[in-house]
């Protein structure tokens, strides 16, 4: 019939797409032209007749589906339990001599590769997998797929773009229930996702596989094909991306969990180029069929824990295809570990930092991809990736993650995208080895910004989030280094890190303890040689958290004598937030009088140095390392007592300021997580 055309296809996915859409926050600047289905009388009698063979699938399915979990009674033959779908004979194949690696089953599966020699059937000449289940347990996956095909069929053209269309089975079966159950399903190609990006040549193979053209890009939103190998891989990595979530929120949609999303279960056709989700033996539904309200609730929670765990496993799968790195298993078996350790995903970028950078001193592709747009990579895979499971995104607010979407479509950012962006993006300006006079006002503005938008006013909240190891990222204070200087003994200072520990649950007293680790360079060959003696000093003191205010002082008010500087940064605040890009996301139109903090009261401060030999008995030599680590380190990671309040704080960021005024950045480290 008509309706399996290709271009029906194509409208209809228009449509689904058009739907995502107009519900969503994203809007593309030129919207592609998409047809109309027409309203003939021939397609109204076509759905009334789709409707009533739905109805019909609906009941075989729930009656099927009560029989599942015991064993089917010797008076129902395999025929009726399947239902209208093709019983085939081996007669029917021309068995292949081989099979395609992407192909590999499961250790209960036997595969082969066959075509179709049967000329009264409509898959004559078609090339199809025979995937033998020799285990009962196998078995009943095979028996799964062709129920959830019969649940799908109301939808059956979206059900072959996203799935592995599932043709029939071979029944060898005896009396007994002895000998095997082969399913018959479509072949997608020689490779799953997997290996295709295990290949070396992976990147222009797949654009040849998918045909990448003007109007392939347009459906995500980008306007070019070509350009820099990291623009190509990020355009790939969306289309994959989105036609993978598409799929995936069409099973939920219909009251499906996938449960087995995986490289290895993902196949790219290259006739409709679209992602193939494997064949849905381990579907799992979301319902219960009960009545009782008890019961009810438990398949709401059902059903959310659920599409969670697709979610997780649709991360997992975003974090290989952009981290070529995690494809290593032992790469990815730390990946997995720290966020098993019930570690925040947001800190992820600090954790692979290390891993990534280790074999590419000139930059890390996938580390630029997650990087691009304000970091929006990193923060989908936090969101995908979330501890909780009513914390991770579900399908189609991934589809409108500014991440997903190309430059031509104009995605209005919530606040916490906002917030996401302005902490990414001072925390790539501070890897940054030199800062100059621009970097300093961009980073001061990024940090006031940030504390305006703070997200955990109220103490009560720091709370929870402040307690943990924090890396020192940046001050806005004095910098003083080794290079314009000749001290007595040059030190080359290391990681920065402020623990902070809560002493009890019952009253909000916290230890904060700055550690620094740094070494002592002896020779005039510094520059290239930084091996050294190494030390540590160790600052700790007790704090309690109030609430409190910090008060911005007005220009009027201030003399250009005493805040020159923080004078400038709020008439350039007040610049940004009089632009269009800030209008929407800044909750007032000029600086406050004042902004809600968390207040700190220091108390005694303990000191400890520590340094290897021969400097250790060195009294003299001590005191002068001691001075030069001093006049290094910002003075309040010296002297901890001058850090008067807490002015943002979220999941991986802290801004600390000082009795001087002065910020102290943070982000949450995981040096700790890395070492295990």
Known sequence: MALCGIGLNSSIEGVELGRFSTNSSTRQIKPAFVAPIGTR????????????????SRSTVSSTESEESGPIGQSVSL???LGPVTKFEMSDFVVSDSVSIGLSGRADEVVFEAVVKNSNSPLHNTRVVLR??????????????IEVLRKLARRRLLYHSYSMQVHGYVNTQRSGNSGSFTLVHGYHGSFSLRHWLQQSDWLPTLE????????????????TVGGPAVSRQLRLIRILMR??????????????????????????????????????????????????????????????MM??????????????????????????????????????????????????????????????????????????????LATKPSERISCLDALRHPFLCGPRWRVESSMDIIRWGLGSTAVRITEEYIYGRHQRGRLAQFIELMEMLNPHSKPKSWLGLLPGKWRLLYS??????????????????????????????????????STIGFKVIIGQDWPHNKAGIAGNLRIASLFRLRAGRRLYIKEEEATGKFFPTQSNNASSLIQKFSGRRWRKAVPFNEIPSSLPVAKLLSSEVDMAMSLDDPLSSDVNAASRVLREVRLQIPPEMFDVSKLVCGTYVDSRLLVLRSV?????????????????
């Open 41 to 56: 009388p021939f397609d109204q009698f076509h759905r009334r007749c789709l409707k009533i063979t739905c109805k019909a």
């Open 243 to 304: 036609d993978l979530l598409i799929g995936v929120n069409y099973l939920h949609s219909h009251g499906l969990a996938h449960t087995e999303l995986r490289l290895e279960n993902v196949h790219i056709s290259p006739v409709d180029r679209h992602i193939k989700v494997g064949i849905l033996g381990n579907a799992a539904d979301f319902y219960e069929n009960s009545a009782n309200s008890s019961a009810l609730n438990s398949d709401v929670d059902r059903r959310q």
């Open 79 to 81: 025929e009726d339990e």
């Open 208 to 223: 040849a596989t998918l045909a990448l053209d003007e109007e392939s890009v347009r459906r995500v939103g980008d306007d």
């Open 660 to 676: 001087n005024g002065s910020a102290l950045l943070f982000t949450r480290s995981c040096a700790d997580e890395r070492g295990r």
């Open 307 to 384: 599409i969670a765990f697709d979610m997780r496993c649709v991360g997992f799968m975003m974090a290989k295809m952009v981290l070529r790195e995690l494809m290593d298993p032992l790469n990815f078996m730390k990946f997995k570990s720290f966020l098993m350790k019930v570690n925040d995903p947001s800190c992820l970028r600090e954790f692979l930092l290390p891993i990534l950078s280790e074999n590419c001193p000139s930059g890390n592709a996938g580390l630029q991809i997650l990087d691009r747009n304000w970091g929006a990579g990193w923060n989908l895979l936090a969101l995908l």
């Open 476 to 513: 806005t204070g004095r910098h003083i280094g080794l290079t314009l200087r000749q001290p007595a003994n040059r030190v080359l200072i290391g990681d920065v890190h402020l623990t902070v520990t809560r002493t009890s649950n019952l009253n909000t007293t916290f230890t904060f303890t």
């Open 132 to 145: 033998e289940l020799t285990s009962a347990q196998a078995q009943r996956r095979g028996k799964r797929a």
